[in-house]
């Protein structure tokens, strides 16, 4: 699972049937290439093993064996396309496997003795065939937390372009992760906000009832045919402002199907803040719709709610120009009304907040 220490535990496997040298390669077998290789000692000798004509022979062997030199067939010409390397180890007397990972991958083992070492016994073929589907599924667990990873860090940088705070709770009720948006919200006064890793709300009522949502929600979580959300108004007091929408839902993760860890349930809320506009991205309205930079800020400050008047008389143009520009935006946006026009811009990808 630690790939800084792969080239370790080759090591150690190779020690335990007296092999000299070892390579280890994860490929594509529609591309041929390797994307990864790892070999024992780590020097040009034993990667002499990873010869392509070599390993394509491998590969069409059954997998999830370990063959000997003989047992391949094509095996004299593979070992032709060696040169002098084979003088180094003992390619004849060496031992070669491979297995199949999910769409066209592969991994591919081989381990060498040195020249006029005993051959491998069958003890040592059965050992490192028992240990394929262990490797196998430790590169598939590797695969899929790295797909993960790659997700959960894209989704947190979108989370936190969103105009709408997102916070996530565990079984315990307490914050495990909150979005830009939610945490500017918890250093606002009154309202709602979080202290020592739980929600809070300002005024008693509101909070006991935010309580009673989140226990339902962890409750019912596994619960098939519950209805397990709510919704509340969270008052902030003396701001002056409108009150807070929240969400309350149940979210459980799909990696708990794939571990014997306990289930965690978690609860997502969504705080929506009606003051917070969102404001659309010129540039992107430029490129989707090929408009000029003065229609884009048209199209933008439209669906930021401003009117023609209002626009004219603050960029001191007349109200004739501007129609003539929205008429333009409307035949590149392919729209026929001001109404239409705002809800493509606030619909689309320029509408993610700056």
């Known amino acids: 699972m630690d790939v800084g220490s792969l080239q370790q535990v080759l090591a150690a496997v190779a020690s335990q049937i007296d092999a000299r040298y070892a390579v280890f390669a ?62 180094v180890f003992d390619f004849q007397g060496g031992l070669y496997g491979s297995f199949l990972l999910k769409k066209s991958g592969f991994g591919y083992l081989a381990f060498c003795r040195a020249p006029g070492s005993p051959r491998f016994s069958d003890e040592d073929r059965g050992l490192l065939e028992s240990l394929l589907p262990h490797v196998r599924q430790a590169i598939e667990i590797n ?37 830009a948006w939610a945490r500017r919200l918890f250093r606002e006064p009154g309202g709602i906000n979080c202290e020592d890793g739980r929600l809070v709300v300002a005024a008693t009522e509101q909070n006991d009832k935010l309580d009673q949502l989140i226990e339902h929600c962890i409750r019912t979580a596994h619960m098939k045919g519950v209805i397990n959300d709510g919704y509340l108004s969270v008052s902030r007091g003396a701001q002056n402002k409108p009150p807070l929408a929240v969400s309350v839902s149940s979210y ?62 603050t960029n001191c143009m007349s109200r004739e120009t501007l129609r003539s520009q929205l008429k333009r935006v409307f035949q590149k946006t392919n729209t026929n009304r001001q109404s239409d026009l705002v809800k493509l811009v606030l619909s689309g990808p320029g509408s993610l907040p700056i």
Not at 58 to 69: E, I, S
Not at 277 to 298: F, H, K
């Open 26 to 87: 994860l490929g594509d077998r529609q591309s041929g290439g390797i994307h990864y290789q790892v070999s024992s000692p780590g020097d040009l000798r034993a990667e002499s093993l990873l010869s392509p004509s070599w390993m394509n022979l491998v590969l069409d062997q059954d997998p999830g064996r370990f063959y000997r030199h003989g047992e391949i067939p094509g095996n004299a010409f593979a070992l032709s396309q060696l040169n002098g390397a084979r003088d």
């Open 143 to 179: 695969r899929q937390l790295q797909e993960r990873s790659v997700l959960h860090d894209v989704m947190q940088e979108r989370f936190d372009q969103l105009s709408t705070g997102v916070v996530l709770l565990d079984q315990s009720g307490r914050v495990v992760f909150s979005n």
């Open 252 to 313: 459980v993760g799909n990696l708990e199907s794939m571990t014997l860890l306990a289930r965690q349930s978690c609860v997502m809320l969504l705080l929506f803040d009606v003051e917070r506009r969102r404001t659309a991205r010129r540039y992107v309205l430029e490129e989707l719709y090929n408009l000029t930079e003065s229609e884009a800020m048209l199209a933008t400050n439209l669906a930021s709610g401003k009117t023609i008047k209002e626009l004219a008389e």
